[in-house]
């Protein structure tokens, strides 16, 4: 039995439009996402990444329906997720994202073999027997995993858990996956495998798949990492084979309103500060400390 995902939806399968994202803690109010602009292709593979505080965590919380913007617009496989009601987002979660968490005990129930993990999120939705059990079988062969269905988490490495949990999240076919630091607790050739398997989620079955982290190894292993700071999409670091040798070019991202981040290491390199000076040349613009040379 193939695994069949839904019909894929016209590019953009994400999209975020000038995102704010205001949270009241007593008397104050904290600015997680500041005007974030974001498009992700149907069936691409990006990784997401940012310190601690970028708006990252926040980010994926609206991606995946648990929370919702201030302001501005977002849209996942065609939906308005602004525009949901409570139980719209309950479907939504359940049919059209899939989550994979960097703990591997959030995302397997220790009891059930892997096959029956896999199985769950079906029996809820109503699958039939038959299908639920040939589907199954499929996702585990996809992941790697065929002989080890009926083995429960503690027999299974922390790599394999994870990758039972890309079945899991993909159980009911959604158009997007997001996985959340899904290295954090691995080592190194354990994360490639389950790179591959998240390449072959991507490739294969069309699922548009956003890994948030912070982990550079991750980024690298995607052709395009999006950079967020200060609740903005800061820089783009795109990924391309030439020749024989890989290339990787980073950009900085000019937003709807016409703002642009500068790199940290550019700033401290040059002292600015506050304001700058411009000059507009016929194929570039040049950025100078204000303080005069001369």
Known sequence: MAVTVAEPVSAPAILCENLVKIYKVADLEV????????????????????????????????????????AGRVEVAGLDLAALSEGERTLY??????????????????????????????????????????????????????????????????????????????????????????????DTESSAHLFETLQAVSRELGVTVVVLTHDPFVSEQVERTIGIRDGRTATETLRRIEGDAFVADELAVLDRAGRLQLPREYVEALSLEQRVRLALEPDHIEIRPERSDG
């Open 31 to 70: 600015v997680a996402l500041q005007g974030l602009d974001l498009s992700v292709d149907a069936g691409e593979l990006v990784a997401i990444v940012g310190a601690s505080g970028s708006g990252k965590s926040t980010l994926q919380n609206i991606l995946g329906g648990v929370d919702t913007p201030t």
């Open 93 to 186: 979660r359940r049919r059209v994202v899939g989550f994979v968490w960097q703990q591997t005990s959030r995302n397997l129930l220790p009891y059930l073999t892997a096959a029956e993990n896999v199985e769950l999120p079906m029996t809820l939705e109503g699958v039939g027997r038959r299908e639920r059990r040939g589907r199954v079988r499929a996702l585990l062969e996809l992941v790697g995993l065929g002989t080890r269905a009926k083995h429960r988490p503690d027999a299974l490495s922390g790599g394999e858990q994870q990758r039972v949990a890309v079945a899991i999240a993909l159980a009911n076919r959604p158009s997007v996956l997001l996985a959340d630091e899904p290295t954090g607790e691995l």
